[in-house]
């Protein structure tokens, strides 16, 4: 049964920092590109970073100079680092396991269960 457990969620104030991780189990390998989204109510799942397997990351503009992604393939976990967090980064955090083996008109999406970040004004 693969799995994505995301960790790391809280409540922070404005400026301050949160280092999210998530754990990947259940593959057969790691070679994914690995996402962050984020969602807030009412509103669509919004990307946030990706990262391949050799470490190559994108970043959406809105976090790109906050945010860094990194990954450890040996463990088979990602992560994702917040600096000076804004209120409006608030939201339910979740990783993603993107399968391409079969071409992106064949991808397939895995989701974790989201862990919440609160930023305080």
């Known amino acids: 049964q693969v799995q994505l457990v995301e960790s790391g969620g809280g409540l922070v104030q404005f400026g301050g920092s949160l280092r999210l991780s998530c754990s990947a189990s259940?593959?057969?390998?790691?070679?994914?590109?690995m996402r962050w989204y984020r969602q807030t109510p009412g509103k669509e799942r919004e990307f946030v970073a990706a990262i391949n397997k050799p470490g190559g990351a994108t970043y959406a503009d809105s976090v790109s100079d906050r945010f860094t992604i990194s990954r450890d393939n040996a463990k088979a976990a990602i992560y994702l680092q917040m600096d000076s967090l804004k209120p409006e980064d608030t939201a339910v955090y979740y990783c993603?396991?993107?399968?391409?083996?079969?071409?992106?008109?064949?991808?397939?999406?895995?989701w974790g269960k989201g862990t919440l970040v609160t930023v305080s004004s």
């Open positions: 259940g593959f057969t390998h790691f070679n994914y590109v």
């Open positions: 993603n396991a993107w399968d391409l083996e079969g071409g992106i008109a064949n991808a397939v999406n895995y």
